[in-house]
């Protein structure tokens, strides 16, 4: 019999710069801590190809995309001294499928219970609801 090293537990939190999300971020890093499992931070993000019929120019692209890394980078910047395993993840696609692409194997995914979407006045938002629904693991939202 063949022995492999056991793998740690994997939490998998959404953020994408929002209060609700910071929450998120910081409940998931302190779980991550208690459960002693590694922490992937995900942002996903899209930029539309046209608007109103116009192609939008590649430049725009670019700088939609240095945008998404530096939210990114902020969420994992307000991890640094916890000690936790983080990998950040920035994904080109709807925040809703990365996360649950990313639950896969996760022991937990976490939200904020709404985030930049367009309905604020929703109390739970549509990308908290599609990983509740579809997640392959048991999914947490912070209000």
Do not use: K, N
């Not at 979407?117 to 509740?132: E, Y």
Request: proline share 6%; charged share 20%; glycine share 10%.
């Amino acid at each position: 019999m063949i022995e492999t090293a056991a793998r740690r537990p994997r939490i998998v939190v959404g953020v994408d710069g929002s209060e609700p999300a910071r929450r998120a971020l910081l409940w998931a890093a302190e779980e991550a801590r208690l459960r002693d499992a590694d922490l992937e931070v995900v942002h996903a993000w899209q930029h539309p190809t046209t608007t109103f019929g116009l192609v939008l120019p590649a430049d725009d692209r670019a700088a939609a995309e240095a945008y998404a890394r530096h939210v990114l980078d902020v969420a994992v910047e307000a991890l640094a001294g916890r000690g936790l395993a983080v990998e950040p993840i920035l994904v080109d696609g709807p925040p809703a499928r990365a996360l649950i692409e990313a639950s896969a194997g996760a022991a937990l995914v976490v939200v904020g219970s709404r985030g930049r979407g367009g309905f604020r006045g929703l109390l739970l938002g549509s990308v908290s609801g599609q990983a509740m629904h579809h997640a392959r693991c048991p999914v947490v939202v912070v209000p």
